[in-house]
């Protein structure tokens, strides 16, 4: 089963974005964004465990939420405070079991979805 990614778009500093990951089929799974800027290695950037358990990269700490509407299969980034470094291609990934900081260790991954932003 996919993930699809939506919800990207170029914004100005200090804006907002919701991303959105459609997610069917993936109930108890760890669920995950990672993001990747053009020459950088893919980073963790939050996560949601199966007992409800949110982690997220110091970077974004208290600018980004993670959630999840599992009556309706969708995973949410919700990133306010946008900075310029935030400007990557965003992925949705799914892990059996707990999460894992690693990239490696999930299986399911989405397309991706572009955010840019400017200064």
């Not at 991303?19 to 963790?44: H, I, K, T, V």
Request: glycine residues 12%; proline residues 2%.
């Amino acid at each position: 089963v996919q993930l699809a990614e939506s919800g990207g778009g170029s914004v100005q500093a200090g804006g907002s974005l919701r991303l959105s990951c459609a997610a069917s089929g993936y109930n108890d799974y760890c669920m995950a964004w990672f993001r990747q800027a053009p020459g950088q290695e893919r980073e963790g950037v939050a996560s949601l465990d199966t007992d409800g358990t949110t982690t997220y990269t110091d970077s974004v700490q208290g600018r980004f939420t993670i959630s999840k509407d599992n009556a309706k299969s969708i995973l949410y980034l919700q990133m306010n405070s946008l900075k310029p470094e935030d400007t990557a291609m965003y992925y949705c990934a799914a892990r059996g079991g707990y999460c894992h900081a690693d990239s490696s260790q999930y299986l399911n991954w989405g397309q991706g979805t572009q955010v840019t932003v400017s200064s």
